[in-house]
């Protein structure tokens, strides 16, 4: 995506210089481009303004019966009472029997028919189903009660064997639409953990339906039946191709003044390319003739259930326009990256992943009117990530967190001279660093037709960061009050509530949303601000607005904003927007 920023331009060498001068049309430069986007920030906002698509997935439907009279059941008239004196629990080892116990209290020292005794074991059995033994079920059997002491038995059930039938690479929905087939391999691997003799729960359930559908093209299901001995069963994964959209084209104002304010893009999926489930996500975006971005990211399931590989290289290019054009300023940045991300935990209703990767960079930023260098960056970093959601009768929440720890260099900074001569206040961002960074989002229904979305993120930085690492309030993604990179920095945070109204249409397939927010940020530009103590150091950016959201799935989509700022902060990077912002975006799928 074309992303702009506001910049502090970093530190600088002059190519064509001596060591320890440099050139007075050069620092009148510097000074006059002190908000003008650099490569590092433009890939900061690249990579911000990366959406997480939530795959699609199927629903399990899991069930079984047992087989009629596995185990001889009590024979007592429906009439006869029995004064129970205490309970007898058999048949299982994952609960403690003082629990099951209490359960049945309430019955002890009292004369039961046999429905009062039945009630006792439905009671057992919806214990232990609440509790994830999807199948357990607790019977009376044949035992002589005479001496007061009622016996239950539980049979949990245990795993017999696993079948997966794999219908992938066939035509799907209305028979137009071929998917690559998925090896038998790839499905298995997802499965392995479904090992003969154990319990079947709901989550290890679950988590095999949805890590099938989480594979490229698949939906999954899961039938059970009875096993080939008693209390086992036998469990069907059926696996069919799911049908959806490969690419997307959009377009959007969300650019920059020197930039490029109109953005156009295409992003396409190419899946199975393997046969193992895997997709490769492709992206080209430009704004113009001033920026131009692509990347491809190959994500492919590897070693076990529920581990995927993601590698990625993704390259940014732009060259200044409007008032800095007479720089012939242009830069460029190429990140590459290796990754692993894990399910901890994968359900329908909770899910949590884990993440380490590995990212290298080169970032660059010339002014060729002067054969000057200001920027020629390298970097290398780890990202260790943790991240989930969970959904419950209300709503959903998903959240994030990162920790960010790396080692940047810049070759122009070759004589600490010119460092201290021409930036004397600079923040020195050069070296190791570490950062954290979070988000967290509620989906809170209201009614079948309102719903609140309460948000809220931010970084926190150990020290000065480069402009690639830096944190922004401004733009569509946060205070769309103000223009896109507004308030860029090393710390700080931004909040939103948003009210969503779902407007009645005639056409079902379609979908109408309505929004207000009120939106508020803050950011602190350097975290170690004592090099230049009489600069301003920190920002609040807040506005309110009002979008309107129309689209049908995975045909079109629409929205619209208009943000106004509210406080009397005035937007530094882009003042042609002081009175309010109006943000459109629009994309069509294929």
């Not at 994500?299 to 529920?306: N, Y």
């Not at 229904?445 to 401004?474: K, M, P, V």
């Amino acid at each position: 995506m074309a992303l702009a920023a506001l910049g502090v331009a970093q530190a600088a060498c002059i190519s064509a210089a001596e060591p320890g001068t440099v050139p007075p049309d050069v620092q009148r430069a510097a000074q006059m481009t002190e908000h003008k986007p650099d490569a590092g920030m433009l890939q900061n906002e690249w990579r911000d303004r990366q959406r997480l698509t939530a795959s699609q997935l199927a629903n399990g439907n899991g069930s079984v019966q047992l087989p009629e009279g596995q185990k001889p059941s009590l024979n007592m008239d429906t009439a006869t009472k029995v004064r129970v004196k205490a309970f007898k629990i058999t048949g299982q080892d994952v609960v403690e029997d003082q629990k099951l116990q209490d359960l049945l209290a309430d019955k002890k020292g009292k004369d039961l028919t046999f429905a009062d005794l039945q009630q006792g074991a439905d009671t057992l059995t919806d214990y232990f189903r609440n509790h994830g033994y999807l199948i357990a079920k607790t019977y009376l059997p044949a035992q002589d009660v005479t001496d007061g002491v009622i016996t239950y038995d539980v049979v949990i059930g245990r795993v017999d064997d696993v079948t997966i039938q794999n219908h992938t690479g066939q035509k799907s929905g209305n028979g137009q639409h071929h998917t690559e087939r998925i090896s038998d391999k790839a499905l298995y691997r997802q499965t392995k953990f479904l090992k003969h003799g154990d319990y079947v729960t709901r989550t290890n359930l679950e988590r095999a339906v949805w890590l099938l559908s989480d594979l490229a093209e698949a939906d999954a299901k899961v039938t059970l039946s009875p096993g080939s001995e008693p209390g086992t069963v036998h469990i069907l994964l059926d696996v069919e191709p799911y049908q959806s959209k490969h690419g997307l084209i959009s377009g959007d104002n969300y650019g920059s003044r020197s930039m490029g304010y109109n953005e156009y893009g295409i992003d396409y999926d190419f899946r199975n390319l393997a046969h193992e489930g895997d997709h490769l996500a492709t992206s080209i975006s430009t704004s113009g003739r001033h920026m131009f971005d692509w990347g491809a990211n190959y994500t492919i399931p590897v070693i076990q259930d529920g581990l995927k590989m993601t590698v990625g290289y993704n390259v940014l290019s732009y060259d200044l326009g409007d008032e800095y054009s007479y720089l012939d300023g242009v830069g460029r940045s190429r990140v590459a990256s290796l990754g692993f991300d894990y399910a901890i935990d994968r359900g329908r209703r909770h899910n949590l992943y884990t993440g380490i990767r590995y990212e290298h960079s080169q970032i660059k930023d010339e002014y060729r009117s002067f054969g000057a260098t200001y920027g020629d960056k390298t970097g290398n970093a780890m990202v260790f990530s943790l991240y989930g959601d969970d959904q419950d009768t209300a709503g959903t929440t998903n959240w994030r967190v990162d920790y960010k720890w790396g080692h940047i260099t810049n070759k122009s900074l070759y004589s600490s001279n010119i460092y201290d001569q021409w930036l004397a206040d600079s923040p020195r961002t050069t070296g190791t660093y570490e950062k954290l960074r979070g988000y967290i989002e509620r989906h809170q229904d209201i009614n079948e037709r309102l719903y609140l979305l309460l948000t809220a993120q931010g970084q926190y930085a150990f020290s000065n960061l480069d402009s690639s690492e830096h944190f922004s309030l401004g733009g569509p993604y946060g205070v769309k009050a103000y223009p896109t990179s507004e308030a860029s920095g090393d710390t700080g945070y931004l909040t939103r509530a948003e009210l969503r109204w779902l407007l009645p249409l005639k056409k079902h397939d379609q979908q109408l949303q309505l929004a207000t927010y009120l939106e508020h940020g803050g950011i602190w530009i350097n975290k170690d601000s004592s090099i230049n103590p009489g600069a301003k150091n920190h920002r609040n950016l807040q506005g309110i607005g009002v979008g309107l959201i129309w689209q049908r799935y995975q045909d079109w989509f629409v929205r619209m904003d208009y943000a106004w700022p509210l406080g009397a902060e005035e937007p530094i990077s882009d003042r042609s927007h002081t009175n309010g912002h109006f943000w459109i975006r629009t994309g069509f799928y294929f």
